[in-house]
């Protein structure tokens, strides 16, 4: 079978129709995982409202701003 230049652009075409929503979702997906990271170490003080992060395995920490103890996770009540 003869590749013509034809079929060659072609096929580079649809390759690239191919590949950038495959990218796209690999990116996405990646960008995600590192949110979710990153807000799972953000702390934001009870008392002071001083957001920060703290990536120590921890479940309370001390606030750097007031010296507050906040707990860390979602099992912390509000209120």
């Keep these: 079978m003869d590749l013509t230049l034809a079929d060659f652009v072609l096929f580079v ?3 690239s129709f191919a590949l950038v929503p495959f990218f796209a979702v690999i990116s996405r997906t ?3 995982r590192v949110e979710k990271r990153s ?8 008392l002071c409202l001083h957001a920060f992060e703290d990536t120590s ?5 001390d606030c750097p701003v007031c010296g507050a103890t906040n707990e860390k996770g979602r ?5």
Aim: charged share 20%; aromatic share 0%.
């Design 57 to 61: 395995h921890v479940r309370t920490v």
């Design 30 to 32: 990646l960008h995600n």
């Design 75 to 79: 099992s912390r009540k509000l209120g």
């Design 39 to 46: 807000l799972a170490n953000r702390v934001i003080c009870r």
């Design 13 to 15: 075409v649809l390759g």
